[in-house]
């Protein structure tokens, strides 16, 4: 599995930004896609997920209410909407593939995901 991200930039405060993962090759093996994001000098966080199996997708504390997972029409694309920006939303941010049977608990760590893509870098000015 390949996965590709894009869609970041520099916005300012207040604004939105919508994400794109683009996920190719044996994506059948897919049982949910991810998204976190490392500022700098700190470590990788969860922001969102959307679980295959399941209707409704998770968020960390952090954005909740802000951030909305979805999933295209083109069913090997995942997007994240982002609203409401704030400064400390600033990181790169990165899709992840999970495995068909991960846990819930699974997707909120980042060692459980088997595919990474590279990585879009987000800039929120204040």
């Known amino acids: 599995v390949q996965l590709q991200a894009s869609g970041g930039g520099l916005v300012q405060a207040g604004d939105s930004l919508r994400l794109s993962c683009a996920a190719s090759?044996?994506?059948?093996?897919?049982?949910?896609m991810a998204w976190f994001r490392q500022a700098p000098g700190k470590e990788r966080e969860f922001v969102g997920a959307i679980i295959y199996n399941r209707n409704s997708p998770i968020y960390s504390d952090s954005v909740k209410g802000r951030f909305t997972v979805s999933r295209g029409n083109a069913r090997n694309m995942v997007y994240l909407q982002m609203n409401v920006l704030k400064a400390e939303d600033t990181a790169v941010y990165y899709c992840?593939?999970?495995?068909?049977?991960?846990?819930?608990?699974?997707?909120?760590?980042?060692?459980?995901?088997?595919?990474w893509g590279q990585g879009t870098l987000v800039t929120v000015s204040s």
């Open positions: 992840a593939s999970a495995p068909p049977r991960a846990s819930l608990r699974s997707y909120y760590s980042d060692y459980n995901y088997d595919f």
């Open positions: 090759g044996r994506t059948f093996s897919i049982g949910g």
